[in-house]
């Protein structure tokens, strides 16, 4: 249980090819080479072997779910609002399978219900209070996670068609 005020979710995405296979072991390696570091007390009660990842959940392209860091500790995914927010990323750049999709809508409903954040948009209007993209916060100038989250809040939630990537045959 999460120990700090939460009521923002931040999803993410890899920038990773869309369906191939990134673990969270790689993504924390790449976030140990940009500098980020876990506070080691918290890494030795949980998830020992990943010293750096800056997200809360990875969500691989077969729908699994993965822990990066505790809910209770700080994230490293978004400036300016980690202390207050989860993340999740999805592997991939800007298309995701109906298993990822199906996990995404199971951890986003689950986190909004035990942290009580609001399930909708986050945006300037309501001080960054809900749920919403890497790129809809101010100030940052990447794509993540290639779709819009408000457009999936109000399509209930279910996959966008334009982001949806079709598993091989
Ligand atoms: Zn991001």
Redesign the pocket.
């Known amino acids: 249980m999460a120990t700090r005020p939460l009521d923002l979710i931040?999803i993410?995405?890899s920038a990773t090819p869309n369906g191939r296979w990134t673990s969270t072991l790689d993504i924390d390696h790449w976030h140990a080479e940009r500098g980020f570091r876990r506070d080691p007390s918290a890494a030795a009660r949980f998830n020992p072997d990943l010293r750096s990842i800056g997200y809360h959940w990875v969500i691989y392209p077969n729908g699994a779910r993965a822990n990066g860091r505790h809910p209770s500790e700080v994230g490293a995914?978004?400036r300016g609002v980690n202390s207050r927010s989860l993340?999740i990323?999805l592997v991939g750049t800007d298309r995701f399978t109906y298993p990822q999709w199906g996990a995404l809508l199971d951890q986003v409903r689950h986190l909004a219900n035990t942290h009580h954040i609001p399930l909708r948009p986050a945006d300037a209007t309501n001080g960054y209070r809900g749920v919403c993209g890497?790129?809809e916060l101010a100030g940052?100038n990447?794509a993540?996670?290639g779709f819009e989250v408000a457009d999936w809040l109000a399509n209930d939630m279910l996959p966008l068609r334009d982001h949806l990537m079709e598993l091989p045959k």
Do not use: E, I
Request: glycine fraction near 8%.
């Open positions: 931040v993410h995405c995914h978004a993340g990323c890497h790129h940052v990447k993540c996670p």
